[in-house]
């Protein structure tokens, strides 16, 4: 395979940092989007919002054919050139406009008469976000990374702030008018993605290659299954726990999910970063060995910043948003907790895996989670019901972190993964004995501590590992 020279690599820190922090500030918009949008329409227009949103996901990944993860692979390590991917741009455009033509007709005769034009656009807008994953892989991994970040979360705020001032300044939000406001701004979110992410790049000397379309559709295929099987592993266990337990226990650990999984998402934008950053690695040498380490420790640091600002948060968070009913929420979102630390390692060593063209490899381990998540559900949620859902997804981690290493066999890892699952089983441990000496509350607080003083621990390592280094080497 032809390979072109790559633009100027950005840091870690810069290309995937930044992106979960726009991540974060989408998820808090996309909250209160939904809040304003149950003031102004009520709690009906909330239900088809989600509807629209989640079908336009499951369709936009369907007909991705696994090309936003593969090219963020490619690209950065100049393995494709910048012409082709505003092609596969384009065609994706097609293929997308295509499906909305066909879907509209089919919600408008489905979808009650009243909602039906509301709920397209919302589902256009989605599908407009999906769309531009193909035009930020030019810069992912680049120093101009920081562009993504930038429109993604700027356009998120504007979206909440005219839909804030539609609901106080005029006549109430109505679900027709949020729907309006998301596709003007997917328009122009999609409009900079495309402009802003070509700008400044040029194309390689001499005679462009043909763009041989089928070649990336068969190398886009293992991570189109990856992405297939990821949405099964996120959404199985409530599956599961639906057919042994009431529905109120089911509210309970959906409720519970709902709290961690802004910072899975966040988890799970940076872990993209991380591969654009990663993909260069594997084809130009350099740092070498550190490369892994560091990429795992990064995502270390950061699940366990996440996990220990959001157990010291839940005491008050959950009272504010559940009341009187959010006893057993506030111990479901403590366990996941400790899934929440593992997940963001894990998806640090699923970048490592990728980057190293481990697809087909993700593959087996999405396979094995999934046996994982399914045997251990079966096992403990018909007799401990939500808890025992929330303790098998700990464990299912465990699998997970076990199969990329094992995947990846990058051998310097396999300490700092031991460690970090040792230290999981510490925290569980604590926990545990928080809940029965100082009742829930006092034990997110003391548990949240021991997150970030573990953080903090990690971070001073580094740097005191990076000055004696420093040293020698001026030393020599």
């Not at 997917?186 to 900079?192: D, K, Q, Y």
């Not at 995502?299 to 009913?325: K, R, T």
């Amino acid at each position: 395979m032809t390979r072109h020279r790559a633009p100027r690599r950005a840091s870690l820190a810069l290309s995937s940092g930044l992106l979960g922090v726009s991540t974060l500030i989408s998820r808090v918009s996309t909250l209160a989007l939904v809040v304003l949008l149950t003031r102004g329409a009520g709690v009906d227009a909330v239900g088809y919002y989600g509807l629209a949103t989640l079908s336009a996901s499951l369709v936009a990944i369907g007909l991705s054919f696994g090309m936003p993860t593969y090219l963020t692979r490619q690209v950065p390590a100049g393995l494709v050139q910048p012409s082709h991917v505003t092609r596969i741009h384009a065609l994706r455009f097609a293929v997308l406009g295509t499906v909305a033509a066909v879907a509209y007709p089919v919600m408008a005769a489905v979808a009650p008469t009243d909602v039906s034009l509301g709920f397209f656009l919302f589902f256009a807008a989605s599908m407009l976000d999906q769309w531009n994953e193909t035009a930020w892989v030019r810069v992912r991994g680049t120093a101009s990374a920081w562009k993504e970040s930038v429109v993604n979360g700027c356009s998120s705020i504007l979206l909440a702030s005219v839909c804030a001032a539609d609901l106080w300044l005029f006549d109430g939000l109505t679900f027709l008018d949020a729907a309006r406001y998301c596709v003007m701004v997917a328009m122009l979110r999609s409009l900079a993605a495309t402009v802003w992410s070509a700008a400044g790049r040029r194309e390689p000397g001499g005679v462009p290659e043909r763009l041989h379309l089928a070649k990336h559709l068969r190398q886009g295929f293992p991570y189109l299954v990856s992405d297939l099987l990821g949405l099964l592993y996120f959404r199985g266990d409530v599956l599961i726990l639906s057919s042994f337990v009431a529905a109120t226990q089911v509210g309970q650990y959906v409720s519970a999910t709902g709290l961690i999984n802004p910072a899975v998402q966040v988890a799970s934008a940076m872990s993209v970063g991380a591969l654009a950053y990663a993909a260069p690695r594997v084809f130009t040498g350099g740092e070498g060995g550190s490369e892994p380490t560091t990429i795992y420790r990064f995502f270390l640091q950061a699940g366990l910043a996440a996990a220990g600002v959001i157990c010291v948060g839940l005491p008050l968070g959950v009272s504010i948003l559940f009341g009187a009913e959010g006893g057993p929420i506030l111990q479901l979102a403590l366990i996941l907790s400790l899934f929440l630390t593992a997940r963001f390692a894990n998806f640090g060593l699923s970048a490592i895996l990728l980057a190293g063209g481990g697809a087909s490899k993700r593959v087996l381990v999405l396979l094995a989670s999934i046996a994982a998540s399914v045997a251990l559900n079966l096992v403990l949620v018909g007799r401990f019901g939500a808890m025992g859902s929330a303790w098998s997804a700990v464990v299912t981690e465990f699998v997970v972190a076990g199969a990329l290493l094992w995947a990846s066999r990058v051998r310097q890892l396999a300490t700092p993964v031991a460690l970090t699952m040792t230290g999981v089983v510490l925290a569980g441990g604590v926990m545990v004995a928080s809940v029965s000496l100082f009742g829930l509350q006092t034990a997110c607080l003391v548990v949240g501590a021991c997150y970030l003083i573990w953080g903090i621990a990690l971070l001073a390592r580094q740097r005191r590992t990076a000055r004696v280094l420093t040293y020698t080497g001026e030393a020599a």
